[in-house]
């Protein structure tokens, strides 16, 4: 595995140079780490999949510099002009009408006719996007359902025997969490997955409800929708208000139990947007630790928490039988 490279101009550059030549290279974002590759070339986005262990009936999403670069894949509607010039670029992620004929790779749309688009807020993803000068799917840089990187060390420990050509380091990532993601292909947004855009924020934007759907974790239209995603190896048990023998406590809070050994507070204070940075690497903190579980206190499923809360009880969730959490 390669160490992480700082992204110094040369560095970028270099990066730029092994995604044209088909070559996987993880990245930070402002939400986390990506693992990014030539959009347009189907022998690169296999490999995100292979990489992962991701199943290929998941969508990525496809980073581009700015709502021009990205009509030239997708079909922008009224609603999408509206959030992307209120977002973009940023943490939001918009489902479209994918434009035809176009060069994106199919492996990208897991066979859906629609495509998920977003211009990231990241000098570097931004450098990196325009030194390449091509779409980047770019997926978080983790192995399939296990906990998102927000540091460059979290996407170096995960990918033995798959190894990006290169991962450019540009420290802990800003929000902690992914990309909200929102279709954008009707008159009204239909939120997909909550993430570092809270719901609030979008309403209010656009002075409309945002609508809600039921995912089809069998077949999602949307990157983040599997049941069982951002696990740790350890047991998940939500909603705890005491700690038993052999858990670690993620907490949340001033109001922590008494007697607590291994034990990260998400925001002693109760700042969800703290509590959101601080997510997966606490989880990722707690899982090494080696405990059987790990114990969650109560998050308010509010602005933020409502992301926080869609993955803890993701992590939570029962693990399928060929999950490679070993």
């Known amino acids: 595995m390669p160490a992480p490279t700082t992204a110094t101009d040369q560095a970028i550059a270099d990066a730029a140079a092994h995604l044209r030549a088909g070559r996987l290279v993880a990245f930070p974002t402002e939400t986390v780490y990506g693992l990014g590759a030539d959009a347009t070339n189907s022998e690169a986005v296999a490999q995100i999949f292979a990489a992962k262990g991701r199943p290929r009936f998941n969508p990525l999403i496809v980073h581009v510099h700015d709502a021009a670069q990205a009509a030239e894949y997708v079909t922008f509607t009224p609603l999408a002009h ?24 199919d492996l990208v749309t897991g066979g859906l006719t629609s495509v998920a688009v977003r211009a990231p807020d990241h000098p ?4 990196l ?10 997926p978080s840089a983790n192995r399939s359902g296990r906990i998102s990187p927000t540091q460059a060390a979290h996407v170096a420990a995960d990918f033995p025997g798959h190894e990006p050509a290169m991962i450019l380091d540009g420290g802990p990532t800003a929000h902690g969490l992914e990309s909200t993601i929102v279709d954008a292909r009707s008159d009204l947004p239909i939120l997909l997955r909550p993430g570092a855009v809270p719901v609030e924020t979008i309403a209010a934007a656009l002075g409309v409800s945002v609508l809600r759907t039921e995912a089809d974790a069998q077949r999602p239209n949307a990157p983040g929708q599997l049941t069982s995603h951002y696990a ?26 008494a007697g607590v050994g291994d034990m990260i507070n998400l925001s002693p204070s109760g700042n969800l947007t703290e509590a ?17 579980t790990i114990a969650v206190m109560p998050v ?5 928490g409502e992301a926080i809360n869609d993955r803890l009880h993701r992590a939570a969730a029962p693990r399928p039988a060929d999950s490679t959490l070993d």
Not at 129 to 138: D, G
Request: zero cysteines; aromatic letters at 4%.
């Open 124 to 127: 570097i993803a931004r450098a």
């Open 82 to 105: 509206r959030l992307a010039d209120a977002f973009w670029p940023g943490p939001l992620t918009l489902v479209l009408d994918q434009r035809g004929p176009s060069s994106l790779s």
């Open 129 to 138: 996007l325009a030194a390449t000068a091509r779409p980047l799917a770019a």
């Open 276 to 292: 959101a940075v601080n997510l997966f690497a606490a989880l990722r903190m707690l899982d090494a630790g080696g405990a059987r």
């Open 232 to 257: 740790p190896r350890a047991a998940v048990r939500l909603n705890a208000t005491d700690v038993q023998p052999g858990e670690a406590l993620l907490a949340f809070g001033p109001d922590v139990p």
């Open 300 to 304: 308010p499923d509010t602005g933020l």
